[in-house]
């Protein structure tokens, strides 16, 4: 069975950083594309970031700058750098996978993962 299991959420004040892990079991993911979403109360699922199985990787406009993605195939983890953080990136964010590639110039949407984590909170205020 396939679990993602992100961590690293909290409640930071704004301008601070937060880094959120995310750590798959069951499969190795050395062949996947992999990325992050978030989604704030009321709002849609966003895709933020996405590593592809060949190592590209994709950032959504509005986070590119501020937010870091990164993978140890090692290790099997995932990892999302989060600088100069702003109130409006409060959120649930999750991780996803699935075999790759993907192939896009920006993160997959949705619907193209079929693995998620249960969600780690980031707060902002």
């Known amino acids: 069975d396939v679990q993602l299991v992100e961590s690293g959420g909290g409640s930071v004040q704004a301008g601070e950083s937060l880094r959120l892990s995310c750590t798959t079991s069951g499969y190795t993911c050395r062949d996947c594309c992999t990325g992050w979403f978030r989604q704030a109360p009321g709002k849609e699922r966003e895709g933020l970031a996405a590593i592809d199985s060949d190592g590209t990787i994709a950032y959504a406009v509005y986070v590119e700058g501020r937010f870091t993605i990164s993978k140890d195939n090692a290790k099997n983890t995932l990892t999302l750098q989060m600088d100069s953080l702003k109130p409006e990136d409060t959120a649930m964010y999750y991780c996803?996978?699935?075999?790759?590639?993907?192939?896009?110039?920006?993160?997959?949407?949705?619907?193209?993962?079929?693995?998620w984590g249960q969600g780690t909170q980031v707060t902002v205020s």
């Open positions: 996803a996978a699935d075999p790759g590639p993907y192939g896009g110039s920006t993160p997959p949407p949705a619907d193209y993962f079929g693995h």
